[in-house]
């Protein structure tokens, strides 16, 4: 990994700051961000850029989203210690460190073959105990479910039932759906999974994420 120095911290702190000003109040989401080395899951080409507000490409056609899009979500999960969360799209792994620094317990699924074989021995150099897998998002991890929360960190064209299923009474799904008028946009969507089955759902606005893809390719 690479080395975490005081420049980059006073980086990170820089960027807290910017979220602050954006709108992100959670202090546990603010104090993961701070402490999480963003520069370590960019190519050595991106690393003086890291800690700017955007998104930058880690291959495969996936990016690592833009610091203000996770701390977004992480917020809307409201994620508290011990909590079970189910990652759809592990990517660089930089969202599933986030959660974990929040003090969830992390269950990743990652598409992409490639991306994982590469993401899955990087987290293990972090103290987090990630739980990666590769497979279909949309199927999810019935085995280790009911789970507290799920984050789905790629554009939906509709909310997947068996990860519905797999969310326990009270939980959240933080997810992007595309905008039934335009599918190059999507809209921020936090479900929360009543008592009798139905989904409270709430809009926050509109977003942009790469694509929900179905089936585990051989990339």
């Known amino acids: 990994m690479q080395e975490d120095s005081y420049r980059h911290k006073g980086m990170r702190q820089n960027l807290v700051q910017v979220l602050k000003d954006k709108g992100i109040t959670d202090i546990n989401v603010l104090n993961a961000i701070g402490t999480v080395p963003r520069h370590a899951f960019l190519e050595s080409m991106f690393v003086e850029f890291a800690y700017q507000d955007k998104a930058f490409p880690i291959g495969s056609g996936q990016t690592i989203s833009q610091p203000f899009t996770v701390a977004m979500q992480s917020q809307l999960l409201n994620v508290t210690k011990g909590m079970k969360v189910l990652?759809?799209?592990?990517?660089?792994?930089?969202?599933a460190c986030i959660l974990a620094q929040m003090g969830a317990k992390v269950f990743t699924i990652e598409r992409q073959r490639n991306l994982y074989m590469k993401t899955k021995p990087f987290l293990a150099e972090f103290p987090y105990n990630i739980k990666?897998?590769?497979?279909?998002?949309?199927?999810?991890?019935?085995?280790?479910?009911?789970?507290?929360?799920?984050?789905?960190?790629?554009?939906?064209?509709?909310?997947?039932?068996?990860?519905?299923d797999q969310?326990?009474?009270g939980g959240i799904m933080v997810i992007p759906l595309n905008d039934e008028a335009d599918a190059s946009k999507q809209r921020m969507l936090r479900l929360t999974k009543q008592a009798d089955g139905t989904i409270l759902r709430e809009e926050f606005g509109d977003c942009r994420f790469v694509p929900m893809l179905q089936n585990i390719g051989k990339d």
């Open 87 to 95: 990652e759809i799209g592990t990517g660089s792994g930089y969202q």
């Open 132 to 164: 990666t897998f590769l497979g279909d998002g949309n199927k999810g991890l019935p085995t280790y479910a009911p789970f507290d929360r799920v984050l789905i960190t790629a554009a939906a064209p509709e909310i997947p039932q068996a990860l519905v």
């Open 167 to 169: 969310l326990k009474t």
